[in-house]
């Protein structure tokens, strides 16, 4: 709910300047400045310390600033500059939380199984996409943003007595010998060596910088209205058919084998833009409800196969430094591709800035798939 109502609170508040879009942007990629150096040291920090305690203390900590909004909300003293911190101190947690999550998932499932367990796990996660935009949609329209922020904060409390209440496997630290530096240079090192997970990955960057900002909370209010005139009802349900395709491609990538999963990846890759650029010059609420959710199930379905591969590939040593690195760039992609979607939007408008990035996404998909299937064919 609060992935709706925090970009379309700070819309409310800054709508009627020219950089409106710039602003949410702005707002939305503040995240990603603690996200990025903060995940290069979570992966340390969880190959070193038991995980149950770690999340908990994660959960917790993403707890108090919707709860903070919320106040200010009610009282009538909430401007932009509450959210961004708000955003930063979630950001900042997300970066641990996130990578923490994806190692304590192969504790529990080992790696035989982890290919399923992440694909369900992702698809319970969208699915709070679908059903929360909607819940928040109404709540916006009849109760105000307040509430959206209030329950999200109370919502970590129900994770927090979730992990008291379930076992996790004993995870042994990594040895300590070396310092938090020289294990974060060990691991970055290590990602080098592995070319088939950096590839891959960079398909996710990409998609990320290029095609995926236009549907993320920040800046999906921006193109809702200026291509479909939507209001907070009508954006909670495009923002719920992005969710429901996200549910539908990690139920669909938990299906696939590892190799299916290389392949599938770039295949999404190549549909990804086809589909965005579909968005940017439909007209029709029904159909670009549809091809938000084709964009959702293929965005989803692609971070999965290649996460995947990672959690499988990556010797457990390395696995929390390598997952965290992954995270940062699939957290951090899409809002510092909105800086530049968001400038393009006040420059070109909104349907061909989209197109733009799509058309980008393509070519480095082209190219991407080219080599891999030159490489299959030797």
């Not at 149950?52 to 108090?64: M, N, T």
């Not at 101190?89 to 992440?118: C, H, Y």
């Not at 733009?356 to 891999?372: E, H, P």
Request: proline share 5%; hydrophobic share 55%; glycine share 10%.
């Amino acid at each position: 709910m609060q992935q709706l109502a925090g970009p379309w609170l700070v819309y409310r508040l800054v709508r009627d300047q020219p950089n409106a879009a710039l602003i949410l942007s702005l707002v939305g990629f503040v995240s990603v400045l603690p996200a990025i150096p903060l995940s290069l040291l979570a992966g340390p920090l969880i190959d070193r310390v038991p995980r149950r305690p770690l999340l908990i203390a994660c959960q917790l900590g993403l707890f108090a600033p919707p709860i903070g909004v919320a106040v200010l909300i009610w009282t009538g003293r909430v401007q932009v500059w509450h959210i961004i911190v708000a955003e930063l101190l979630r950001g900042a947690i997300l970066a641990i939380d996130q990578p923490a999550k994806q190692s304590a998932l192969v504790d529990m499932t080992g790696k035989e199984d982890v290919g399923s367990a992440l694909g369900l796990w992702s698809s319970a996660n969208s699915l709070t996409r679908v059903l929360g935009p909607i819940l928040g949609g109404a709540i916006v329209t009849w109760a105000g943003e307040g509430w959206c922020f209030f329950l999200n904060g109370v919502s970590y409390l129900a994770v927090v007595a979730s992990l008291l209440a379930i076992r996790l496997p004993d995870s042994t630290p990594a040895a300590r010998r070396s310092s938090l530096a020289s294990s974060l240079v060990d691991g970055l090192k290590y990602m080098l060596r592995e070319r088939l997970i950096l590839v891959l990955t960079s398909l996710v960057v990409v998609a990320g910088l290029l095609v995926q900002p236009f549907q993320t909370p920040n800046l999906l209010p921006v193109f809702a209205t200026a291509l479909l005139g939507a209001d907070a009802l009508r954006l909670g349900v495009l923002t719920a058919s992005a969710g429901a395709g996200a549910v539908l491609g990690g139920l669909g990538a938990a299906s696939l084998s590892t190799r299916s999963q290389q392949r599938f990846s770039v295949i999404a890759s190549l549909v990804l833009p086809l589909a965005a650029a579909a968005f940017a010059f439909s007209r029709s609420f029904v159909l670009s409800c549809g091809l938000l959710l084709a964009v959702g199930a293929l965005i989803m379905s692609l971070e999965i196969a290649v996460n995947s591969l990672i959690l499988t590939r990556v010797r457990d040593e390395f696995r929390g430094r390598v997952v965290s690195v992954f995270m940062a760039a699939v957290m951090g992609a899409p809002r510092l591709g909105g800086l530049q979607t968001g400038w393009l939007v006040g420059q070109m408008g909104a349907p061909l800035a989209l197109a733009a990035g799509a058309g980008l996404s393509l070519v480095y998909s082209l190219l991407v798939s080219s080599v891999f299937l030159a490489r299959r064919k030797r």
